[in-house]
């Protein structure tokens, strides 16, 4: 499979979830600074350090939008032309998040795969789960 999937359960209800990923303020805090907006269609950017072969700008458009339980946007950046969605299901201990980030076609997207599939793993172990922490204690 060339799509990257992780499944996380965090202990905080899928409202508050679907906050931090659809919420340019919240999303900024643990992803990277951003100018989303929830309404399909709208084009937006992540921003963060250039590197070999990236500006440091990942340019996005809303695809799908259906709130708490899904969010998809496009994810260009680099020699990336991929797609990222959130899958969020209320559980007993809180909220089961399925990323999947797909369209890793071709043999020179291996390592943008293998260096993005480890950065969201840590992400949404470790940076989204102190963001809702943080959020969860008035921070």
Not at 20 to 46: C, E, K, V, Y
Not at 50 to 56: E, H, L, S, T
Request: aromatic share 10%; proline share 6%; charged share 20%.
């Amino acid at each position: 499979m060339r799509d990257i999937v992780v499944v996380r359960e965090v202990a905080y209800p899928r409202e508050m979830v679907w906050a931090a990923l659809t919420d340019s303020r919240q999303l900024g805090a643990w992803l990277m600074p951003n100018d989303f907006a929830p309404h399909i269609g709208h084009r937006f950017t992540f921003r963060t350090k250039p590197a070999p072969g990236f500006d440091g700008v990942v340019r996005c458009e809303v695809l799908e939008l259906r709130a708490p339980e899904r969010v998809a946007f496009t994810w260009v950046g680099g020699p990336l032309e991929t797609v990222v969605s959130f899958d969020l299901e209320a559980v007993a201990r809180g909220t089961r998040i399925t990323l999947r980030h797909a369209g890793f076609d071709g043999a020179g997207n291996l390592l943008p795969r293998v260096v993005l599939g480890f950065g969201w793993r840590s992400l949404l172990a470790k940076k989204l789960v102190v963001h809702l922490a943080g959020v969860g204690h008035g921070a």
